[in-house]
């Protein structure tokens, strides 16, 4: 007979493995954390490229009238926009690069938020002929 304990070891080692391998469900957004200092919130970034498929760059003018109209309105307790440039490989296998602006949002976690960022970036593709916004989301805390 096999070594019993080697057999546990390698049974526990292989449920570890095979653990991995299910598919994700749901995804989900990290619960926001207990906070020590200051209050839980969500810290949510949006990469807009400045690029048209076809015709001129997104100019400046244009960037700000999106976000007076379509950002500042959503996201009336502020925001923070920084200039960004992104690099990807293409489909092509390509290095490919855009000048970008970044949007970063800290807001309460609800359907409201959802439903404004959603909309900003559903907008800001049709408006500018966009393939996608990214985004990124993280649980934070903030302290003013």
């Known amino acids: 007979m096999k070594n019993p304990p080697k057999l546990a070891a ?4 292989a449920a570890l493995l095979l653990s991995g391998c299910v598919a994700p469900g749901h995804q989900a957004v990290s619960p926001i954390p ?15 490229g400045l690029n048209r498929p076809a015709g ?13 109209s379509q950002v500042t309105p959503r996201f009336k307790d502020g925001l923070t926009v920084f200039d960004a440039k992104g690099q990807w490989l293409g489909h092509d296998g390509k290095l490919a690069r855009e000048n970008s602006k970044a949007l970063l949002l800290i807001h309460a976690q609800g359907k409201e938020s959802e439903a404004n960022i959603e909309a900003l970036r559903s907008g800001y593709k049709q408006q500018f002929a966009q393939d996608s916004v990214m985004r990124v989301d993280v649980p934070v805390c903030v302290a003013f």
């Open 10 to 13: 390698g049974a526990v080692v």
């Open 34 to 48: 207990a906070c020590r200092t200051g209050d839980p919130m969500m810290q949510t970034t949006l990469y807009f």
């Open 56 to 68: 001129p760059a997104i100019t400046a003018a244009e960037w700000q009238t999106f976000v007076d």
